[in-house]
């Protein structure tokens, strides 16, 4: 069953997420979904690696049509592309259909710089010191010695830039290069590939802590994205039964951070009680990663 700790944000040292930012809340119909999805995905016979849009075209080509979970058939509609892809989130999340099962094309590959635990070694010995007989005479077949590769000693913490963005990677790409640190960007919240990615990358680093360090803007969305980043990790560590230390912290942008460089959302945005009190004190730009790497370089170097 699908299952949301109500310890979560406490756990990753965040405040509590509103219902939209919930990744997986115990539902009749997300079960019922997921499972019309998987009973889909089975008799399609799909193979791993496919894109979401490539299923969907798959379903709406259906002769006669497939049916849809809230009745009718499945269409070429906004209403039935969304089911698909919060059903087919679901179903991997319960485990009806394998990790797998889709190629992820929202986020960029990741770039990784965490250093790890490596002995000193010389590469490359070849041949043998030839015994010496009493009576002969003659130079020995010495070994050859490739490049002394010298240990590596990881500094403590497992350090990952998660940003919501990729447009801050002129920034960010040196800086995660210079401290070893890995850095993952996407377009928008980060999905659950990313999130499942950082557990294949972690598992066998028990003893050291990670920190994953959440950059968004300062938006109703942006603000509820690491939570419910937080939320996606927590559940396949809790589902992988893993017991890593790992903690999601949001340092960008933040409503201190807009303060200081007085940013703030355009008319246009929807704006929520703490964007207008922002606002009516404000009188510049919306207050965007794009818009405000002026405030990343200079937050960075402080924290």
């Known amino acids: 069953m699908l299952q949301a700790s109500s310890t979560s944000a406490r756990r990753f040292g965040l405040s509590k997420c509103n ?9 009749p119909l997300r079960e019922r979904r997921a499972r019309w999805f998987a009973d889909i995905y089975r008799d399609l016979d799909i193979p791993s690696g496919w894109h979401y849009r490539r299923i969907h075209y798959r379903m709406i080509s259906q002769d006669p049509p497939l049916p849809f979970h809230q009745g009718g058939v499945y269409q070429n509609t906004m209403e039935c592309w969304s ?12 485990g009806l259909i394998p990790l797998d099962a889709f190629v992820d094309r929202r986020n960029p590959s990741p770039f990784t710089h965490v250093e790890h635990p490596i002995d000193t070694r010389i590469d490359g010995i070849n041949g043998e010191i030839t015994s010496i007989a009493p009576v002969q005479f003659f ?10 590769q010298p240990g590596v000693v990881p500094q403590p913490y497992h350090i990952e830039l ?5 447009t801050m990677n002129d ?3 040196p800086l995660a290069l210079r401290y070893n640190t890995n850095l993952i960007t996407g377009i ?8 499942r990615n950082l557990i294949d990358r972690i598992r066998g680093d028990v003893e050291r802590p990670v920190r994953i360090l959440y950059i968004s803007d300062f938006d109703p ?3 509820s994205m690491p939570v419910a980043v937080a939320r996606k990790i927590e559940f396949e560590l809790d589902r992988q039964e893993l017991d890593h230390d790992v903690q999601l912290r949001p340092i960008l942008l933040t409503h201190n951070q807009c303060v ?3 940013y703030r959302a355009p008319p246009s945005k929807r704006l929520t009680g703490v964007l207008v009190g922002l606002n009516s004190a404000l009188v510049k730009e919306q207050p965007s990663l794009t818009r405000s790497k002026r405030c990343t370089r200079a937050s960075l170097r402080g924290s």
């Open 260 to 262: 200081q460089y007085r």
């Open 19 to 27: 219902v939209k930012a919930e990744p997986l809340q115990n539902t």
């Open 162 to 166: 998660w940003a919501e963005k990729s």
């Open 188 to 195: 928008g919240e980060l999905s659950y590939t990313a999130c």
């Open 221 to 223: 969305s942006g603000r």
């Open 171 to 173: 920034v960010l790409v």
């Open 83 to 94: 089911a698909l892809n919060t059903a087919a989130r679901d179903a991997v999340a319960l």
């Open 139 to 148: 130079l020995p077949v010495l070994p050859r010695y490739g490049e002394l």
